[in-house]
C-alpha cells in the first residue's frame, strides 16, 4: 500500500468486516468529512498478496485502521468494535466537539 498524498483519511479492513462500511457512511453524514474505505483481499478491494495485513496492522479479520493521509495510524479498532467507535476516532483526529 502507498501513500496517495490525498487530504482523505482512509478506513481499511480485512473482510468479513461489513459494519465498517455503514460505520463509515455515519461518520461522512455526521461530521461532513471525506473518507476512503478500503477493503484488502475482497474481489476488487487492493490485494494481501502475503494474507499478512490483519496480523501487520494488529488487527483482527473483523478490525479496521484509520489512516491519515500522511500515512500515520491514526486508530485502530482490534476487532469489530463497538458502534460510534470510528466517529468517536475521527472527532479526536479532526478536534472536533
Known amino acids: 500500500m502507498t501513500r496517495s498524498g490525498s487530504s482523505t483519511c482512509r478506513i481499511r479492513r ?23 474505505l478500503h477493503v484488502i483481499g475482497a474481489a476488487g ?12 496492522y494488529g488487527i483482527t479479520e473483523a478490525g479496521a485502521v484509520l489512516v491519515r493521509p500522511d500515512g500515520i495510524i491514526a486508530w485502530r479498532s482490534r476487532d469489530a468494535g463497538e458502534p460510534g467507535s470510528l466517529e468517536r476516532a475521527l472527532r479526536h483526529v479532526l478536534d472536533r466537539p
Do not use: I, K, N, S
Not at 473482510?15 to 461530521?31: C, F, I, N
Open 14 to 36: 480485512y473482510p468479513p468486516g461489513p459494519h465498517w462500511t455503514g460505520a463509515v457512511e455515519q461518520a461522512v453524514r455526521r461530521l461532513g468529512v471525506a473518507l476512503d
Open 45 to 56: 478491494g487492493l490485494a494481501d498478496v502475503d494474507g499478512l495485513f490483519h496480523t501487520a
